[in-house]
């Protein structure tokens, strides 16, 4: 199903925090923040989630905070590291904060900001925005590997669609913007999975809770500066989570609702 984009600027009034997780992302992590607050977003904040950096990001992210009192906020988290612990706490800081829209992308520049206002206002029809690249117009950076590629598509087309039933095209993706309902209507404590398998369980409890998703095409650039968190631990979660959640989640298979995912081009 395709949508049209709908075009209003009613979400201007709107409260928005971007959750950002970070490991190691000296390099990207000023950047990206003056990119975000340069949208022009009156009512945006950004929250960090570092978990423990070893290069100075912490220390970063303290500067921005004091430099952008009020609009840019920071979590540091001790004990084990993980992407779906930080996205967690992070989430439930964005609702403590009263945010209306919650949007979480990466530091690294994959997940260009430019696309925020153009997601937004895709919530007055849906719960959940996806910034996805397999949809039609989505582009993964053009230096990715044929092998990079292949991994992704199967992990996206053939992994998680066989294994989990699931309709959105891109089930890693990590861009994305939930209304503040949706997320609550999430129970964050019963998320599992800590690498970026993550982005796949919410996707899953999205699809099987009924929210409306609709995908938006979006070029995916390869990160432009630091070391990649990527590993074969994280990976090899990712293969054995899928069956666990599918496992997991059995009660929401019994409502046998029809998901909604849309695409908009
Ligand atoms: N808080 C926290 N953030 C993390 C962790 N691992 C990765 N991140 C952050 O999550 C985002 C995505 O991680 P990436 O390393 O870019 O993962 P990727 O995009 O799949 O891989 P590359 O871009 O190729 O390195 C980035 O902002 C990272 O800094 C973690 O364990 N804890
Ligand atoms: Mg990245």
Request: glycine letters at 6%.
């Amino acid at each position: 199903m395709t949508i049209p984009v709908e075009q209003t600027s009613e979400t201007e009034s709107i409260k928005i925090v971007v959750v950002i997780p970070t490991f190691n992302e000296a390099d990207n992590l000023a950047a990206i923040t003056a990119e975000l607050l340069a949208l022009g977003l009156e009512d945006l904040s950004i929250l960090v989630v570092d978990d423990a950096s070893t290069d100075g990001t912490a220390e970063i992210a303290d500067q921005l905070a004091a430099r952008y009192r009020g609009r840019f906020f920071v979590i540091h988290r001790q004990g084990p590291r993980g992407l779906g612990r930080s996205y967690v706490e992070g989430f439930r800081q964005a609702l403590r904060m009263e945010a209306d829209a919650i949007v979480q992308m990466d530091a690294d520049f994959s997940h260009s900001p430019h696309y925020i206002p153009q997601f937004l206002p895709l919530l007055h029809q849906a719960d959940v925005v996806v910034g996805s690249r397999y949809v039609k117009g989505g582009r993964l950076d053009e230096q990715w590997s044929w092998w990079r590629r292949f991994l992704s598509w199967r992990a996206n087309a053939v992994y998680t669609r066989l294994i989990l039933g699931l309709h959105v095209r891109d089930a890693t993706a990590g861009f994305k913007v939930w209304s503040r309902q949706a997320l609550e209507s999430i129970d964050l404590d019963a998320i599992f999975s800590n690498g970026y398998v993550f982005q796949v369980e919410m996707a899953y409890v999205s699809e099987r809770s009924g929210l409306r998703i609709v995908e938006v095409p979006i070029y995916f650039e390869d990160r432009r500066i630091g070391r990649s968190k990527m590993s074969v631990p994280v990976k090899l979660e990712a293969a054995l989570r899928t069956f666990e959640i599918r496992w997991r989640y059995r009660h929401l298979r019994a409502k046998d609702n029809h998901p909604l995912v849309a695409v908009v081009n």
